[in-house]
């Protein structure tokens, strides 16, 4: 079992098995066994709304529990807490796959990561660009430098 606190401070235990795996199924269409595979792991990449909502429906029991509705649920899960959130449901989901599956599973959790890091490596160097040069960067800024020598 693998858990997160939300912004709330309130912890949340993942745990799947193979009722949470149907679970989802059921009530949002989502096949978390296409992660060995498909293309789940850049859907919920790629949508945080659609990671709260399979998070929400895994962590149902608990929330229950805490009488806590998946609009409040949805409240909590802001900024670094997404990362958690999203750091425990991948290694839950690893821990839940037999051995061979979970190479495959890691082999696209691999690739889904390189992918990620380059498209925050090339939005980080565009938003650089677009402030322009550093002050003291500028050849117009040399000129405004005293010179020893006069």
């Keep these: ?52 909502d399979v998070i929400y429906v895994i962590a149902k029991p608990e929330a229950d529990a805490k009488n806590v509705s998946d609009e409040e649920f949805g409240k909590g899960m802001v900024g670094n807490v997404l990362d958690e959130a999203a750091s425990a449901l991948m290694k839950e989901l690893l821990d839940f796959f037999p051995r061979a599956q979970r190479v495959r599973a890691l082999g696209s959790m691999a690739r889904k990561a390189a992918e990620l890091e380059a498209e925050c490596t090339a939005a ?20 405004l430098t005293p010179d020893p020598a006069r």
């Design 1 to 52: 079992m693998h858990a997160f606190t939300d912004a709330a401070g309130r912890q949340w235990p993942l745990v799947l098995t193979v009722s949470t795996i149907k679970r989802l199924r059921d009530v949002l269409a989502v096949d978390l066994l296409e992660v060995a595979g498909g293309n789940l792991l850049n859907r919920l990449a790629d949508d945080p709304c659609l990671l709260v």
């Design 124 to 143: 980080l160097r565009a938003i650089d660009s677009m402030r322009g040069p550093k002050s003291g960067d500028s050849p117009a800024s040399a000129g």
